[in-house]
Every structure is written in structure tokens, then in C-alpha cells.
């Protein structure tokens, strides 16, 4: 498949409403695969659709317990708190404190068309929320408290 350009923070179509996938056609498919590729190149956990210039709802996640594809994904459920650091592969090189659900439960549709529940505590729900917000336009810079900071990477030490 192919690696799509991540789009970043000040790019409009990230700030838009994504439009249901009405149905799973070989270019979803095809899309689903270009995301994941495109996810694991960037070593991220999470990417929407949104982020690779696809106004769908769509989100691909990998926490390290392998890839899961959502489709019109709609959180049905949370429970609990957690507040710790959050990132995005669209806004590169940055880190802030988001306080998001301990627990998450969504539905969705799988890339084979089925209906799906993903239930995910503590880097699965924070995933879960961070990737659905995307889908709407927003993202976790808005619900930052107080400052970005720079992330460190080991060229930096």
C-alpha cells in the first residue's frame, strides 16, 4: 500500500465535520491499509482520516495489541478519569496534559462491514477519544491545560 502525507495543525481540513462512510468500498479498504501504513511509518498509535486529507470517518489505532479499523465510530460509553500527556502526528514534535476517560466503549462498523463494539481503559480510551475527536475537527491542542511543550527526542539529549 502506500504512505499518505500526514496533514498538520493548521491545514483547514483538519477543523472540519467528517461525512459517514456509506459504504465499504475497495477504496475504503484501500484507504484503511494507506492509513495503517502510514500510522506505523510515523510510529503512532492513532490516525484519522481527516489527518491523511480524507474528510470520512474513519480512524485507524494499534496500542500494541494489533490494528483495529473503525468505521463511523461513535463513543457509547466512558467512565472514570486520566490526565497525562497526549500527542499528534499532526502536530509534530509537541506534547500536552489532556484529561480524557479512563474508560472507553465505542461502536462501529469493522472493514468487513460488520457491527462492532471496542471497549479500551486507560492508552486505548485516551486513543479512542483523541482519534473521534478528529472526526469532528477538534483537536487535543483545544482541550490542552496550560502549555505545549516540546517534545524531547533522543537527538536532543
Known amino acids: 500500500m502506500a504512505i ?3 496533514r498538520e495543525e493548521d491545514e483547514p481540513v483538519l477543523r472540519k465535520k467528517c461525512k459517514p ?3 465499504i468500498t475497495p477504496k475504503i479498504a484501500e484507504l484503511a491499509e494507506d492509513m495503517l501504513d502510514t500510522m506505523y511509518n510515523a510510529n503512532g498509535v492513532g490516525l484519522a482520516a481527516p489527518q491523511v486529507g480524507m474528510l470520512k470517518r474513519m480512524v485507524v ?3 500494541g495489541e494489533g ?3 473503525l468505521i ?3 463513543i457509547i460509553e466512558t467512565s472514570g478519569e486520566q490526565t ?4 499528534c502526528l499532526s502536530v509534530p514534535g509537541k506534547t500536552g496534559v489532556v484529561t480524557r476517560p479512563n474508560y472507553v466503549k465505542a461502536k462501529a462498523v469493522d472493514i468487513t462491514g460488520q457491527n462492532i463494539i471496542v471497549e479500551g481503559e486507560e492508552l486505548m480510551a485516551r ?3 483523541h482519534e473521534i475527536d478528529h ?3 477538534i483537536l487535543y491542542v483545544d482541550k490542552v491545560e496550560g502549555e505545549l511543550m516540546d517534545v524531547e527526542t533522543e537527538e536532543d539529549e
Do not use: H, Q, T
Open 135 to 137: 472526526l469532528d475537527g
Open 127 to 129: 486513543a479512542l477519544c
Open 21 to 23: 462512510v456509506k459504504e
Open 4 to 6: 499518505r502525507l500526514i
Open 84 to 87: 497525562g500527556n497526549e500527542g
Open 72 to 74: 463511523n465510530p461513535e
Open 61 to 63: 489505532i494499534d496500542i
Open 67 to 69: 490494528p483495529v479499523v
